[in-house]
Antibody
Framework: EVQLVESGGGLVKPGGSLRLSCAAS????????MTWVRQAPGKGLEWVGR??????????DYAAPVEGRFTISRDDSKSTLFLQMNSLRTEDTAVYYC????????WGQGTMVTVSS | DIQMTQSPSVMSASVGDRVTITCRAS??????LAWFQQKPGKVPKRLIY???SLQSGVPSRFSGSGSGAEFTLTISSLQPEDFATYYC?????????FGGGTKVEIK
C-alpha cells in the first residue's frame, strides 16, 4: 500500500523554526517527485513547493510566500521527505500535506503547524 | 503566475442532479489539469488528472473535460457521498496553482 506519513508539526512562535518529515512507503521513493501543499484553517489548498528526484537533478521550486524561508530536501536512503521552515509567520499556520508527484496523486494525512505567540 | 478561476464557489444541488463545475486558467495549460475532492476534516483525494483521466477507484459518474484554458468537472448523478468541496489544480507551469474551490451543498 502506498503511504505517506507526516510528522513534526506543532506550535511555534513567530520567527521560529520547525522541520517536518514525511515517511514514504509502498512505492519507489527515489524516483518520485515530491510536493508539499498546505491548507490554512477554513481556507483552500496552496502549493508550497516540490523537489525532483535525484535522477532528474534533485532541484527544488517554491511558492513566492515561502521562497527563502522554507527548504525542501529528501533522504532517498530512508524514503523520507523534509520541509525545513524558518522565520515562521502567523500566516504560515496551516495543515501541511506531503504529496507524491507533480500531479498530486497520493496525499499524506497532514500535520498541523500553528504559528502563534 | 497562472490564476485558476473556479466557478461557482458554492452550489446547492439535490441527489440525482447533474453537476458541472468550471475552472478557467489565465493562460493556456494544455491538459495539465487535475480535480480533487475534499470532505470536511479529510485529506483531498484526486479524482481526475490530465483533464479527463479518471483516477483508479473513482466512480464513473465523475468526468472531466477541456483543454487549453477552460475545463469542466461533471458529476452525472450526484450521490449523498459527493457533497464536498472540489478544487482544480494546474500543473503545467510553476508555481502550481489551485482554484479557489467549489462547495457542493445539499439543496
Amino acid at each position: 500500500e502506498v503511504q505517506l506519513v507526516e510528522s513534526g508539526g506543532g506550535l511555534v512562535k513567530p520567527g521560529g523554526s520547525l522541520r517536518l518529515s514525511c515517511a514514504a512507503s509502498g512505492f519507489t521513493f527515489s524516483i518520485a517527485w515530491m510536493t508539499w501543499v498546505r491548507q490554512a484553517p477554513g481556507k483552500g489548498l496552496e502549493w508550497v513547493g516540490r523537489i525532483k528526484s535525484q535522477t532528474d537533478g534533485g532541484t527544488t521550486d517554491y511558492a513566492a510566500p515561502v521562497e527563502g524561508r522554507f527548504t525542501i530536501s529528501r533522504d532517498d536512503s530512508k524514503s523520507t521527505l523534509f520541509l525545513q521552515m524558518n522565520s515562521l509567520r502567523t500566516e504560515d499556520t496551516a495543515v501541511y500535506y506531503c504529496v507524491k508527484a507533480n500531479a498530486l496523486d497520493i496525499w499524506g494525512q497532514g500535520t498541523m503547524v500553528t504559528v502563534s505567540s | 503566475d497562472i490564476q485558476m478561476t473556479q466557478s461557482p464557489s458554492v452550489m446547492s444541488a439535490s441527489v440525482g442532479d447533474r453537476v458541472t463545475i468550471t475552472c478557467r486558467a489565465s493562460q493556456g495549460i494544455s491538459n495539465s489539469l487535475a480535480w480533487f475532492q475534499q470532505k470536511p476534516g479529510k485529506v483531498p483525494k484526486r479524482l481526475i488528472y490530465t483533464s479527463s483521466s479518471l483516477q483508479s477507484g473513482v466512480p464513473s459518474r465523475f468526468s472531466g473535460s477541456g483543454s487549453g484554458a477552460e475545463f469542466t468537472l461533471t458529476i452525472s448523478s450526484l450521490q449523498p457521498e459527493d457533497f464536498a468541496t472540489y478544487y482544480c489544480l494546474q500543473y503545467n507551469t510553476f508555481p502550481l496553482t489551485f482554484g479557489g474551490g467549489t462547495k457542493v451543498e445539499i439543496k
